[in-house]
């Protein structure tokens, strides 16, 4: 299958840095990516969808200049935290589409905000 | 309105027993399709199988197996003899080419030696 990458997989910072999120498919092109938020024992929650060379699309609720994403190219698409907070602390998981409706994820980042 | 009911929310069960991970979608799309993903303790989401809705055909491989069921509108997920390996949360997902995936809630299963 699709292998996407994502790096960091740990992150610790402290309030008030910002930290960013990388996130690659290693063996296709994406034109769609997503940006992921999980909960502990909690499903996925969707952030926004990131078109390459275009703005990305937030869900409701999610500040988009709080999680800045770009999607520089057809296999790479940051995430943003900026001036991370305590309540930023999450599990953040990208995705990508290799073809019509199937997404693979990436093997996630863990954000602690001290 | 769509939506993915995994109305299990942990399972627990020994080695060797057969166990099935129930998911009931609903969407008035008349095309749409179905996924499973595990997630293990590591975090990573892993693809298990996708389904469309035009291909209500079961599918097996190995010891995991699926259950599609337009009539009922469930997507069923079955896997056989089971192995601490399999301990992990299942996610059922739908996608009616909105370029937004449901996901269930999950089922955590643990499988004990």
């Known amino acids: 299958g699709a292998v996407v990458s994502q790096h960091p997989s740990w992150v610790i910072c402290k309030s008030g840095t910002s930290v960013k999120i990388e996130c690659r498919s290693l063996?296709?092109?994406?034109?769609?990516m997503f940006w992921y938020r999980q909960f502990p024992k909690q499903s996925l929650m969707l952030m926004a969808t990131s078109n390459e060379g275009s703005k990305a699309t937030y869900e409701q609720g999610v500040e988009k200049d709080k999680f800045l994403i770009n999607h520089a190219s057809l296999t790479l698409s940051t995430l943003t935290v900026t001036s991370a907070h305590p309540e930023d602390s999450s599990f953040y998981i990208c995705s990508a589409r290799d073809s019509p409706q199937t997404q693979y994820f990436g093997p996630g980042t863990r954000l602690l905000v001290l | 309105a769509q939506k993915v009911t995994q109305a299990q929310t942990e399972i627990s069960v020994v080695e060797k027993e057969d166990v099935t991970l129930d998911c009931v979608y609903e969407t008035r799309d008349t095309t749409y399709y179905l996924f499973w993903y595990k997630q293990p303790p590591s975090g990573e989401l892993v693809f298990l199988i996708r389904?469309?809705?035009?291909?209500?055909q079961n599918e097996i491989s190995g010891r995991y197996s699926w259950n599609f069921q337009k009539s009922t509108s469930s997507f069923n997920f079955t896997i056989t003899a089971s192995q601490v390996v399999d301990s992990a949360v299942y996610f059922c997902?739908?996608?009616?080419?909105?370029?937004?995936?449901?996901f269930g809630a999950g089922t955590r299963l643990f499988v004990k030696a």
């Open positions: 997902a739908l996608d009616t080419g909105g370029f937004k995936t449901i």
């Open positions: 389904r469309n809705s035009f291909d209500e």
């Open positions: 063996d296709f092109q994406a034109t769609t």
